[in-house]
């Protein structure tokens, strides 16, 4: 066994195998895995095999379609099966919310490469011709999906990872890790140790227990998944005989289960409700090719819905049932990428589709250690999206949730439930008071919008379709009843939401953004080291800038609102949801000689946004300072008192209009918000939610990060020319920006107008054409309420940027015309946040 290598793997199941090759692949031949007992034998040797491409995560898509891609390679390359067949996948739709899931999918599909089919009813017996299609709408079909052989794959990857100088040490156990004076990593085995440069996790049910090694809580917990295999159907052996091509995997959603052939008989797997997570603490040190006793009685609607469905299920005996451990993080996708708060560990676990995901998984992770930088845009499986909120007792009742919830109708506007309320501003109390009806982000309660006294969504809208997943609302209120139906299209809160800007634009509107990410910067170096890092200008004591953190390759990794408050003390604010994300790539950039301390203040901070035009009077009603806009422009901050609060005031927003946001000792909040509401009751103040802002930040084509800013995209493409100067010296991503630039962009930032629509707007992720080519694709939409247009925000070919082009978008299926406007529909020249 190597004594020293420059990275690392733990786990030897086909995540942890990939990597290894990936890494070798990339020519870092010095790498070595350790798996404490045989490759496979965790939960890599019990999965179905299946390679579903279907997700509505961009970087799940990517990492998915990759993998399909690679298998089909692997073979030819180490000469070692992997069972591909590449037998296609139909998933089955029986009501109206399931038909725009598959066609919202559809269009992410075609942005990232992966084909499609739509078929109808009778297309789908043809293909499956045991299969029933009473009361079905129609199919989707994955002409490139199927199912391979999980353990033949990794041991593929293995062969491969070999070939490559790569070395794997089985039953070889992790004993401890230790970060030794020179920066490396020592990792004790019970074989001896290995000194390495960067470890990779990639241990699946051991994946807490690894992680502690470090002093990481791993956001992920197993949960018991099983599937029926049964005898050869005598329909089935016949079609073998004659020579007939594999009928496919199938998958009836709506009735939450999925099905394939095996051996001449089938193979079905249910997600059910009530599947309880396994190994919290880890399995046993003895634990090998484990599987739990099974529990069919969980699983009785689904068979009963699977037979009624393909009737030749129930006509044949049980064989073998398999109910073993599945890996889930809280949302249901992976976290692959860095650890937080240590250096050169990385994580490659929570794997629920593992198989489908460890080749693309392996692939960006090996691209992120190497170079530095991933190729794709993994915000969506960073690990990092999970805070110190994610605990035991939070785990434990989302990957239960997110386990009942895989074959769920996956609402863009769906607020799970599980473990919440967790966290709550103050006002938590207060806004609940005036009807807001919750989101939840990074585990912070958020209004989203706010409903009428006495509203509900009536009970003939809800749960309305005849099958066993037709849950389309949140969950009651206190009062027992309904806030919210979800949709695709423009549900129940529309018009409401339309109310709040109306109130907001015409009058002032109260919104409490205490989630936002929040820390402070200190030391005699602080000016200094933000300057090279961001790519604005650092701004004078009291102004306030908008800085883009880049990625050494020009893209961009994040946004912060920068505000000296004191002399050398920055205040820098970020996206609430990526607070750990945000705070730990700033952390990992600090100078090492101390000269600037970075100090976390989101729960310390509270946020209140005060905007509309009547917002200065508001303000000027409980302050001595002047706040006129001579003496309180735009951009600037103030720290005044306003009401009994002292506070920091900055004049700012993202909603284009006359505001201002209230940072505040948290413990003073609702002593400001009662002020605030008291001061503006004689002009109508009302509050305001995330919807009626995002409708609000659309119409003024601001970006978000994860969206229209992306490490995909070069600062420049996405239109952020006024942030960036090289002019004023180093700083991260600097060059290789202007490089990018010299070389030629591939995607440019547009606002379109879309036409002739009627009750589903753009989301994002949709696919642009012209001439029936695809150029592009939206990353934002919804409607403008105050310029009464529907409107998308997107990324398309540099040449068909211009103001006046005319493009074709598709939303939920339909071809619409849409046209290029200028950015900020609304107020472009920003008369109303300067007045």
């Known amino acids: 066994m190597k004594t020293h290598a420059r990275v690392v793997v733990i786990g030897g199941g086909v995540v942890g195998v990939s990597t290894l090759y990936h890494l070798a692949s990339k020519g870092w031949s010095d790498v070595a895995l350790v798996e404490r007992k045989e490759l496979t034998s965790g939960s890599t040797w019990h999965a179905a095999g299946l390679l579903p491409l279907f997700n509505m995560s961009y970087s799940v898509g990517q990492i998915h379609r990759y993998s399909v891609g690679l298998y089909k390679t692997l073979e030819a390359e180490t000469g070692q099966s992997v069972g591909l067949r590449q037998v296609s996948n139909i998933r089955l739709a029986r009501t109206r919310d399931r038909w725009d899931e598959y066609m919202a999918y559809a269009g992410v599909a075609a942005t990232i490469g992966v084909g499609v089919n739509i078929l109808t009813p009778a297309q789908v017996k043809e293909i499956w011709p045991l299969c029933e299609t009473d009361g079905l709408l129609g199919a989707i079909q994955h002409p490139d999906d199927g199912y391979i052989q999980p353990a033949d794959l990794t041991q593929a990857l293995a062969k491969g990872a070999r070939a490559l100088g790569a070395e794997i040490n089985r039953y070889t156990a992790v004993t401890g890790v230790e970060r030794t004076a020179s920066g490396e990593w020592l990792v004790r085995t019970d074989k001896g140790d290995i000194a390495c440069e960067h470890v990779v996790c990639a241990s699946g049910n051991f994946a807490r227990r690894t992680g502690a090694m470090f002093g990481l809580d791993v956001p992920v917990i ?29 998958r009836e959603s709506d009735s939450s289960w999925y099905m394939r052939e095996e051996n001449g008989g089938l193979i079905l797997g249910p997600y059910e409700k009530g599947a309880p997570c396994c190994y919290v603490d880890g399995p046993d040190d003895g634990s090998e090719y484990e599987l739990f006793q099974e529990d069919l009685d969980r699983l009785a609607p689904h068979i009963e819905a699977a037979i009624a469905r393909v009737p030749a299920f129930g006509e ?10 599945i890996a889930y993080t809280p949302d249901g996708s992976p976290i692959v990428g860095p650890a937080w708060d240590v250096p050169n560990v990385w994580l490659n676990e929570g794997h629920s589709f593992g198989v489908t995901a460890a080749g693309g998984a392996g692939w960006q992770l090996a691209e992120w250690i190497v170079e530095g930088e991933p190729t794709v845009d993994m915000m969506g499986v960073d690990p990092r999206r999970f805070g110190p909120y994610a605990g035991r007792g939070y785990l434990r009742a989302k ?38 009806v919750f989101g939840s982000v990074y585990g912070w309660e958020r209004p989203n919008w706010f409903a009428p006294p006495g509203y509900a969504v009536a009970d003939a809208e809800l749960n309305v379709d005849d099958v066993l997943l037709n849950e389309n609302h949140a969950p009651p209120a206190e009062d027992g009843t309904v806030k919210e139906r979800w949709s695709f299209r423009r549900s129940n809160y529309f018009p409401f939401v339309g109310e709040e800007v109306r ?38 004591p009291g102004r306030v800038a908008l800085c883009h953190l880049l990625t050494r390759r020009g893209g961009v990794r994040a946004e912060f609102t920068v505000y000296e408050r004191a002399p050398g003390e920055f ?19 600090l100078p090492k000689d101390g000269s600037v301390v970075f100090t976390p203040a989101t729960q310390m901070q509270g946020v209140l946004v005060l905007a509309g035009p009547r917002s200065r009077e508001v303000l000027q009603g409980l302050t001595d300072a002047d706040v006129s806009n001579a003496a309180f422009p735009w951009l600037t901050g103030r720290r005044i008192s306003v009401g009994p609060v002292h506070c920091d005031v900055l004049r700012v927003n993202f909603v284009g209009e006359l505001g201002y946001e209230f940072h505040h000792p948290i413990e003073t909040q609702n002593a400001l918000f009662d002020a605030l509401m008291a001061a503006g009751a004689p002009f109508g103040i009302r509050p305001f939610g995330i919807r009626a802002m995002m409708s609000m930040a659309l119409e003024k084509s601001y970006r978000l990060v994860g969206r229209e800013m992306s490490i995909e995209y070069s600062a420049f493409e996405s239109g952020l020319d006024r942030f960036v100067h090289p002019d004023k010296g180093p700083f991260l991503g600097r060059d290789a920006l202007l490089a990018w630039r010299e070389k030629g962009s591939a995607n440019r930032f547009v606002t379109l107008e879309v036409h002739d629509v009627v009750d589903a707007d753009a989301r994002g992720s949709e696919p642009i054409r012209l001439a029936g080519e695809i150029v592009g694709r939206s990353t934002s939409g919804g409607y403008g309420w105050r310029t009464g247009r529907s409107l998308a925000l997107a990324m398309v070919r540099p040449d068909l940027g211009e103001i006046g082009q005319g493009l074709e978008i598709t939303i939920l299926g339909k071809p619409h015309r849409c046209t290029v406007v200028a950015e900020s529909p609304f107020d472009p020249k920003n008369e109303r946040l300067r007045a």
């Open 222 to 250: 197993p949960v018991e998944h099983q599937y029926i295999v049964t005898e050869p159907h005598p329909a089935i052996v016949e079609r073998h005989r004659q020579g007939l091509p594999e009928m496919g995997v199938l």
């Open 316 to 325: 044949v005996g049980i064989k073998k049932v398999y109910n073993g451990a």
């Open 399 to 436: 990957t239960e949730e997110a386990y009942a919830n895989v074959f769920t109708v996956h609402y863009p506007d769906e607020e799970r439930q599980a473990a919440r309320p967790l966290k709550t501003a103050p006002c938590y109390g207060r806004m609940k008071a005036l009807g807001a």
């Open 503 to 540: 109130a907001v634009t015409g009058g002032v509107g109260l919104q409490d953004m205490s989630a936002f990410a929040k820390a402070v910067l200190t030391g005699p170096g602080a000016r200094d080291w933000l300057e090279s890092i961001f790519a604005n200008r650092i701004p004078k």
């Open 571 to 589: 205040y820098l604010v970020s996206a609430g949801a990526l607070e750990r994300h945000d705070h730990d790539t700033l952390r990992k950039l």
